[in-house]
């Protein structure tokens, strides 16, 4: 196994703006698990944080995983900064056309609208999509975040993540 031996320099954060399905949310914590990401919830929830669809979406990783929960955007907005690219299928540009560098902060909104359209007009310049087939309204909530986060990762050259897997040797 390979493990690089520097800690990165860039920070990834997941913000979730008013989720709404649970196991989408447990998939996204434990997604964010799993790269070192900060997962941000802004309320309000579609759901309990301790409900029983969220933790056993997010499996056993819930204790690894570093969560802040905001009442509001303008809180959340008090107490981070960094650079801010709100995913939408309304973006005009393409998700891996943009160079992330620093703390970064990937936004997502509710599963079935999307981020709020106001968000998204004081922050054209950063919004950005997963391209997509035209028939196709939107991919799932959590398989968006993971896309994105590890093209993240991927620019970052999967900095402290092991990159090889092995096989066992076969008892004979």
């Known amino acids: ?29 434990r997604t964010c698990t799993a790269i070192g990401a900060v997962l941000h919830l ?12 969220v933790k056993r979406a997010g499996l056993d990783y819930w204790q690894y995983l570093d969560l802040r929960i905001y009442p509001n955007l303008e809180d959340f907005y008090a107490k981070n900064k960094g650079e801010f ?4 299928t309304k973006g005009k540009k393409n998700y891996s056309e943009v160079s992330y560098e620093g703390e970064v902060y990937l936004f997502f909104g509710k599963g079935t609208k999307g981020l709020p359209e106001d968000l998204l007009r004081e922050n054209l310049s950063h919004a950005v ?3 997509m087939k035209e028939r196709i309204r939107s991919l799932n909530l959590s398989n968006s ?17 092991q990159t090889e897997g092995f096989l066992p040797e076969r008892n004979q």
């Open 1 to 29: 196994m390979t493990i690089s031996q520097t800690m990165p320099e860039n920070r990834l954060h997941i913000v979730l703006v008013e989720p709404e399905i649970p196991q989408n949310t447990g998939n996204i914590a």
């Open 42 to 53: 802004i309320e309000p929830l579609g759901f309990e944080i301790s409900d029983k669809y």
């Open 85 to 88: 690219y709100f995913f939408t």
């Open 129 to 131: 999509r997963l391209p």
């Open 145 to 161: 975040v993971a896309i994105a986060a590890y093209e993240v990762c991927r620019q970052w050259h999967f900095e402290a993540f």
